[in-house]
C-alpha cells in the first residue's frame, strides 16, 4: 500500500523547536518533490514547504521563511521538516505529501500522495 508516514510531532513551548520526518511505504521519494502542509483546526490548509528531488530547489511559506528549514535524505528515503523559534500560530496537524513532478510547489493540488499527519501543539 502506498503512504506517507508523518512522525515527530509534540507539544513543544514557544520558542522551541522540533523536527518533523515524512517517510513512504511502498515507494521511494527519489522521484517526488515533497511538501509539507498544515492544518489548524477551523482554518484552511496551508502549504509550509517544499523541496525537489534534487535538493537544490525549496520554498516556504512567508509565516516561516527563517524558522523552518526542509530536507531530505535519499538513503534513508525521508525528508525531514526542521522547525525552530515555534510559535503559538504554528499550531496544527503537519501533512507531507509527494508530487511526482519533481519540482518544488505549494500548491496543494498538485501532490498525489498524502500523509495522515501529526499534531504539533505550540503552548506555554
Known amino acids: 500500500q502506498v503512504q506517507l508516514v508523518e512522525s515527530g510531532g509534540a507539544l513543544v513551548q514557544p520558542g522551541g523547536s522540533l523536527r518533523l520526518s515524512c517517510a513512504p511505504s511502498?515507494?521511494?521519494?527519489?522521484?517526488?518533490?515533497v511538501g509539507w502542509f498544515r492544518q489548524a483546526p477551523g482554518k484552511a490548509r496551508e502549504a509550509v514547504s517544499c523541496i525537489s528531488t534534487d535538493h537544490d530547489n525549496t520554498d516556504h511559506a512567508d509565516s516561516v521563511k527563517g524558522r523552518f528549514s526542509i530536507s531530505r535524505d535519499d538513503a534513508k528515503n525521508t525528508v525531514y521538516l526542521q522547525m525552530s523559534d515555534l510559535k503559538p500560530e504554528d499550531t496544527a496537524v503537519y501533512h507531507c505529501?509527494?508530487?511526482?513532478?519533481?519540482?518544488?510547489?505549494?500548491?496543494?493540488?498538485?501532490?498525489?500522495?498524502w500523509g495522515q499527519g501529526t499534531q504539533v501543539t505550540v503552548s506555554q
Open positions: 505529501a509527494a508530487t511526482p513532478l519533481r519540482v518544488c510547489s505549494l500548491n496543494a493540488g498538485e501532490y498525489r500522495y
Open positions: 511502498g515507494f521511494t521519494l527519489d522521484y517526488y518533490a
